[in-house]
């Protein structure tokens, strides 16, 4: 027995060793990576002129347009083996002149109040659309109401985010469908416009536009839809409780045109070992207009591109290819993340990876993850590389819209998660500039994601090794 004995310690030391040196290997290249993003990074400077020199970035526009050609040259900058543009049509819609409301409480009595367009709204008639306004909470309300209580009124949906939910995401997919959903249930009632309370937790003057739908409602029945400022709802429910009969007025500009063509901007790093499978690391390259789109999702656009960056520039050399892909139309569509998903299909290429950023350039906590339980323990057991790092989050289910159309059963994807606090004070909003991004806060995730593709690329997802599996503590 003693012999065997032996040879089953040796044998046992010989992993742990192993481990051991792969988890010090690891170690230190993830500190390569996170010094160069925090001491030599990019990120930061693509992000200032993304914002600050070419701005907004409405699907359709001119400045999305110079977004795709500036981002594309940058790629091709970092010597990447392959930059290709992949034609898409967009949608276009405009939001004309500034929209103007008020409050009319009496003759001569008025107070205006802040309001934006939700993407994809009809213009009100020439003169601006006056009427009664009746508030609900959400859209079940409409059925309790009726058309009695609704036909020739403004709906004023007024559901706020929740603040008692620590995930502001989840806060915020409890009233979204509001906003994207009430002028088309508005409008089966006889309601003559909508105005939504903004998606925020803050109060402040600042209304934040998104994306609604009229679904099939016929284009002569379709209604106007704006969203308010938090603080212009409040004050427009106080004075509802004391006076129903008030007036509200608001005007809107806006247009929808046809579709035009626009890009996803892709580049690559060619795999050594297994050049035939794909890992995508990406965020979407348009933005609402109100502001400059630096959170959503200027830093999801350049915290991908740094990624190839810092592969490039630590030595790293990919065994899988590395694919940045800058989705247009996340915003307003998700043709940029459709059309992405069916050249994919359409050229039989084998993804086995994708991780996108589309929550802000906030502090990283880590990663939601769309796997199955043998892929997601696997990740699951890198997560002591990331403590130096403070990443401690790791979740299972959900990953990014952009890449959701990859889904196939086999695919892992995977979404960065920052701090989501602050995240909602300027989603959708004028607020959404440059000043608001922390550099150190976007270096760091842009280091967290190369992180992530790093070790994926390295180890692969398809079973789990003693070499990873025993990492030590």
Known sequence: MKPFYLAFVMLFSGISVSAQNQYIEDSLNIRKIYDMSLLNGKSYEWLDHLSNEIGG?????????????????ELE??????????????????????????VQTGPGSSRNVNITALGGSVATPTGGTKAEVIEVQGLEQLAEYGRENIEGKIVFFN?????????????????????????????????????????????????????????????DKRIPAAAIS??????LSSILKLQKDLQFYFKLNCEQHEDVESYNVIGEITGTDYPDEIMVVGGHLDSWDLGD?????????????????????????????????????????LRGGNKYAEVARAQNEEHVFALESDAGGFTPRGFSITANDTQFNKILSWKRLFKPYLI???????????????????????????DSQRYFDYHHAASDTFDKVNKRELELGAATMASLMYLVDKYGLDNISNETAEMPD
């Open 293 to 333: 789109g630096a959170h959503d999702d200027g830093a999801g656009v350049v915290q991908s591109m740094e990624v190839l960056r810092l592969f490039k520039e630590t030595g790293y050399k990919p065994k899988r290819t590395v694919r940045v892909v800058l989705f247009m139309n996340e915003e307003n569509g």
């Open 159 to 219: 559901r706020p985010m929740r603040a008692d939910l620590i995930h502001t995401f989840e806060a915020y997919g409890g009233c979204v469908d509001q906003r994207y959903s009430g002028a088309k249930e508005a409008a089966k009632y006889g309601a003559v416009g909508v105005i939504v309370r903004s998606m925020n937790l803050r109060l402040d003057d600042y209304p934040h536009t998104g994306s609604m739908s009229y679904g099939d409602t016929p284009v």
């Open 77 to 102: 900058e970092l010597g990447l083996d392959k930059v290709w543009l992949q034609p898409v049509m967009v949608p276009k819609w405009t939001r004309g002149e500034r929209e103007f409301a008020y």
């Open 392 to 418: 401690h989050y790791f979740e299972q289910g959900g990953s990014g819209a952009d890449i959701g159309p990859l889904k196939d059963g086999n695919i892992v994807l995977a979404g960065l998660r920052p």
């Open 57 to 73: 970035r409405l699907s359709g526009s001119y400045n999305a347009q110079q977004a795709v050609e500036y981002t594309k040259a």
């Open 230 to 235: 938090t603080n212009d709802a409040e004050y």
